[in-house]
């Protein structure tokens, strides 16, 4: 019979958190590593290891013909909040862990104009799938949905990303 997967939450986890919801730190991470997030403006709301919130507001650099944002940055906003939670949850593991997105989709529901937030919910999910793959030695994959809402608090956007975790082999 196999072994219960203990549910613990990454030590390293407020260590990453402080990194990433740093105003001028994550502004660095952006330029180097997404530039178009960066020119975007994505920010981070809030970070817990059960929730992410990250926002794209409405200007020149992120809109589309029809005066709203761009469908590829508000996907980019949505991917970040889900990515962040992956991230955090992968942060100095040991033995380390990668990850991947391996799909991606999206709906859209209203025209996307102002500060868009972006919430993912699945912090909890993403851990306990880090651990079994950790615990077994085995990819993991799991798909998170962010919602999009307004400032009306309406949803205009929900993108589902899977994100494949798999244990770094030693050198």
Known sequence: MPQPIKKMI???????????????KFRVFLLKSLPSAWFAGLRVVELSEKKSCVSIQYKWFNKNPFNSIYFAMLSAAAEVSTGILCMGNIYKRNPGVSMLVTQSSGKFFKK?????????????????????????????????????????????AEFMFTWSFKVKQSK
């Open 112 to 156: 996307a104009t102002g500060k868009i937030n972006f919430i993912c919910n699945d912090g909890d999910a993403i851990n306990t799938l880090v651990e079994e793959a950790i615990a077994t030695g085995e990819g993991r994959e799991i798909t998170c949905i962010s919602k999009g809402t307004n400032q009306a608090g309406e949803v205009v």
């Open 10 to 24: 990454n030590s390293n986890f407020n260590a990453f958190k402080k990194q990433i919801t740093h105003p001028i």
